[in-house]
């Protein structure tokens, strides 16, 4: 029987060349719904946000869009006819090219180096392999092992930078207290912010912050739509929340927000028509519940409103449809 820590377990599980999830032929959109296969409603909100961006950078000569963890492309490829002769539109994703993409997206495994314009990230920092700890009985944090089958063990005790990102970012508890250690996901983060030379950075993801960590961590899988247990095979995604706090870039003006209070503020608004629209206008009615219904859903509390946005505004001002949210500063370096 093999042993390893959830890293390098959740590195073959889900992007490993052979029998890898994101290799699948089905895509995520096969066994989970993304804001993006909710409503075609998260596009536009998106695109809306790109526009401000362009605004805000003066319209450049050329600006990108950067859709990274794409999927299969629908977000990318839903907006990049936007801007015409001046959108750099790419999809970053390890697996292999969608059929059907619109020709004008490129699509790479990178980030690209020196863009100008929106980099965003629809839940891929859960899926950025991190290694996971447990405290034993005296309270120490130490590595989680794990096997192909999902059976686990403690392993030794966090060493080095693991150690230091749990010390900081992670507050001590009881026995038993899993630590979820993303520091893999803050230098992913850190290097995908670093290639922009001018533009918004913003990740979306299952998130908590320092005052709300998870006692027993999120690690879960899911396989066609429902929750399975985590068992790094390759049969299942494998996601843990984002500690979006620690993710944040020093040195940036940055917000943490909801999605709910994102959306809303680019004007995803779920708020039912009037009845009386019913009456004069019934295709119009029922037009307007549907978007609104999608709307809801978008920005529920409970569901995919409660979404951690965090936005990163790197070397240009604020949008201004988000200049108005509370809770912009400038993170120490």
């Not at 889900?14 to 032929?25: D, I, N, S, T, W």
């Not at 700890?133 to 392993?155: H, I, K, M, W």
């Not at 999120?218 to 996601?239: I, K, M, Q, Y």
Request: charged letters at 20%.
């Amino acid at each position: 029987m093999t042993w390893m820590r959830w890293r390098p377990a959740m590195e073959r599980a889900l992007y490993g060349p052979q029998g890898g999830f994101y290799h699948r032929p089905e895509g995520p959109a096969g066994h989970f719904r993304t804001s993006v296969h909710a409503s075609p409603r998260y596009a536009a909100a998106v695109g809306r946000l790109l526009l401000e961006v362009d605004e805000a950078l003066g319209h450049p000569e050329e600006i990108a869009l950067i859709d990274v963890g794409a999927g299969r492309g629908e977000l990318v490829g839903a907006l990049c006819g936007l801007l015409p002769g001046r959108l750099r539109a790419y999809g970053v994703e390890l697996a292999a090219r969608p059929d059907g993409l619109p020709a004008q997206v490129r699509w790479t495994e990178r980030v690209p180096e020196g863009a100008v314009g929106l980099l965003f990230a629809n839940e891929w920092l859960d899926n950025v392999p991190l290694d996971i700890a447990e405290r034993d009985e005296d309270g120490v944090p130490r590595y989680v092992e794990v096997t192909v089958t999902g059976e686990e063990r403690l392993g030794p005790p966090l060493t080095g930078a693991d150690a230091a990102w749990a010390g900081r970012w992670w507050p001590a508890g009881e026995p038993g207290e899993r630590i979820e250690l993303g520091g893999t996901r803050d230098a992913a983060w850190a290097a995908a912010v670093g290639a922009l030379e001018r533009g918004l950075a913003v990740a979306v993801d299952y998130a908590h912050r320092k005052s709300d960590r998870p006692v027993f961590g999120t690690l879960a899988g899911f396989r066609n739509g429902r929750e399975v247990p985590p068992v790094p095979d390759g049969s299942c995604d494998l996601t843990a929340h984002v500690a979006l706090d620690s993710v944040a870039v020093p040195g940036v003006h940055s917000l943490w927000t909801t999605q709910r209070t994102a959306l809303r503020a680019l004007g995803v608004d779920g708020t039912r028509p009037p009845l009386a629209l019913a009456s004069s206008d019934p295709a119009g009615y029922v037009r307007a519940l549907a978007a609104a219904g999608e709307a809801a859903e978008l920005t529920a509390t409970a569901g995919l409103g409660g979404f951690g946005w965090l936005v990163q505004a790197v070397r240009m001002p604020v949008p201004r449809s988000l200049a108005g949210l509370a809770g912009w500063q400038t993170l120490g370096a």
